[in-house]
């Protein structure tokens, strides 16, 4: 059930190695442990782009490509996992981060005015670097195991229906 729920929406394998700019890329894209739709390759795609997508670096997206070649897991999901910080929603994640940082750290929070400049960044930034790292080093840690617990589980459950399912149609039959 799960795998027929997840094929719906994702391109089939072949239809991506084979374009001339993905041959390019080399032997490990073609790789089948990142294609593959399964119980650990989903839970570890989740797990991979949740991490990512709670480091603060450009790039998010690469970032997540690499890792799910690296512990060969779904790429396919890895990548877009990452979109879960977003412009929206980066604001409010980040500065979640800080502040698991400042609490780790027993620190105390610096008072400021968030402004969308690369000048505010530089000069704040030496001074919440330490907490904002380690937060969202924390943050991502926490995020990407329950990710992968959560998915692991529901994949669990949903071949448990499934199995429900089909020993009721095999009663039916029986009777």
Known sequence: MPKKIIRKFMPY???????????????????PGIWH???RS???????????????????MLLAAIAAILFRVNILIAVPIVWVSNPVTMPPIFYFCYQV???ILGSTTRAFNFELSFQWLANELEFIWQPFLLGCLVVAS??????????????RYMVWQEMKK??????????
């Open 166 to 175: 089909r020993h009721k149609r095999q009663q039916r039959f029986s009777e």
């Open 142 to 155: 926490v995020t990407s195991f329950l990710g992968y617990c959560v998915i692991r589980l529901l994949w």
């Open 37 to 39: 739709i399964n119980r």
């Open 13 to 31: 394998r072949t239809r991506i190695t084979e374009n001339t700019m993905i041959k390019k890329l080399g032997p490990r894209l073609q790789d």
């Open 101 to 103: 940082g400042v609490s």
């Open 42 to 60: 989903i839970s570890g795609a989740v797990a991979v782009g949740l991490f990512c997508s709670l480091i603060p670096v450009p790039f998010q």
